[in-house]
């Protein structure tokens, strides 16, 4: 049985198959070049109406016989009929918004993401066996102008220069008439050639589906043959769909335009900005572009400031953490540091207290790179290290300005770190973020950058860890049952495990069939009680610092993500996934 794919092992253990026949039908795969199910439905060892009840139980996606459904045909035009092919899909009818579609494997996701965004329509799968769709595919596809959308890199695209308008606008849906680029009025540039091009529409699309979609960034990666697309949704990496290499230079270079980079240097690294005018509201775009070997991939980090949490009590605190930070941010002075890797929702934790006590009284001042919102009643400084305004200068000039609240955006290296130090033990309220694996970390990594641990006790009053988490989707919501034995090894007491109940999603059109739609932050909040500076100051380890602060009652990252799950918002699998065992 080892031998065999995870499929044919399922097919062994319904009885449909036998262990044999499902050998046999692997090597006839093999040479046919087809799924297991249909070599199978071949050597006449299984039926395909049988099969298709298996697979429809198996991916939990109801079944179809497509000898039984008209297919409408006037939808076959946006899906390419390689397209249909390759992934063994086929778009049947509409209804409103939505569109039905029939696959052979509901677990593609690509496929199934690249068909929404070509269609901007949510969809209903079916599933049904890969015999039956090629005969759909057959049959109904020479009925249609089998010409491709420019898009899927067929013939229309190695032969044309630049791309069709028309063939633009059914991949994207949107007319670029309803995004409008913000130009610095210091550093104005011209996009009357850019404009010119049906390459802005692609663009402006991509962009726009990415905010519609909840992306928090866009990678555009030139691979060998082809151009990958890729959304993070929810800090999972999603493949939206391919295009053609002959777009690829276009492509690049329309974004460093808008970007204002340098698009004959393709050669470094550049970082720019793109500012939008979409639909009333304004949208930042964090580029960076890095030269690859086919290439230059570009990312593109979305600042969407409608977007932004500032309020404490919904980041994701459990109540105790809540009280413990916001005491630390109502203390006069000393240094408080959030840590956590990139991506975890420092800054917004760290806006979101800023926010919490900016007062008409309060003079708070930042330090960032780059500066990500901007927050009224506060002052934000951009570092420029090019002209030497580093972090190190710019606390040393805010001391001159008569702070109360100083914040960094990070603390790198030892200058920063003494300054910061130095600035908290002379009456200022000092935030900063710093990368360590946990909140009893830090107080190490300090002390490694050549900070001595007298200060550190005496500056420190709280550290804060933190990871995001995915939320299970509301609307797919159900409770699931989890064995004892995993619930012991990943840290629920004994006497909780008869009560604790565990949920999931199962997957559907509002979370695109992921079972999670949202995240929340997942913390460690560590305030530096008395105890804690006498370990420091004794040299204590990071083991020592840990178990003590978890005696004088911190909550571990892997606690308070089980408390999360404890709460129905998010999944064992995914506190397992952002967090380590304590």
Sequence with gaps: MAALTLLGQQLVKSGLVTEKQVEEGLALQKTDNTRLGTALVKLGYIKEEALMEFLSKQYNTPPIDLSKHQVDTTLLKMYPYEKARKNMMIPISKDGSSLKIAIADPSNRPAIEEIQFISKMKTSMYVAPEAMILRAIEEYYPKVDKQKVALDGGPSAATKASLGMDEINKLIG??????????????????????????????????????????????????????????????????????????????????????????????????????????????????????????????????????????????????????????????PYGMLLVTGPTGSGKTTTLYSGLASVSKPDVNITTAEDPVEYNLAGINQVQIKQEVGLTFASALRAFLRQDPDIIMVGEIRDHETAEIGIKAALTGHMVLSTIHTNDAPSTVTRLINMGIEPFLVSSALILVLAQRLARKICLNCKNEITISEKILVQVGIPKEEIGTFKTYSGTGCQACNQTGYKGRIALYEVMPIKSELKELILSGATVEDLKREAVRLGMLTLRQSGLAKVKEGVTTIDEVLRCTFGD
């Design 174 to 331: 949107r007319a670029s008439k309803n995004v409008t680029v913000i130009e610095d009025k210091e550093e104005r540039v011209s996009l009357k050639d850019a404009e010119a091009a049906p390459i802005i529409t692609l663009v402006n699309g991509i962009l726009i589906n990415a905010v519609s979609d909840r992306a928090s960034d866009i990678h555009i990666e030139p691979a060998e043959k082809e151009v990958i697309l890729r959304y993070r949704m929810d800090g999972v990496l999603k493949q939206i769909m391919s295009l053609p290499m002959s777009i690829k230079n276009a492509l690049t270079s329309r974004i460093k335009i808008m970007a204002r980079l340098d698009i004959a240097e393709r050669r470094i690294p550049q970082d720019g900005r793109i500012k939008l005018k979409y639909e009333g509201g304004e949208i930042d775009f964090r580029v960076s572009t890095l030269p690859v070997i086919y290439g230059e991939k570009i990312v593109m980090r979305l600042l969407d400031k409608s977007n932004l949490q500032l309020d404490l009590t919904k980041l994701g605190f459990l109540q105790k953490q809540l009280d413990d930070f916001q005491e630390a941010l109502s203390k």
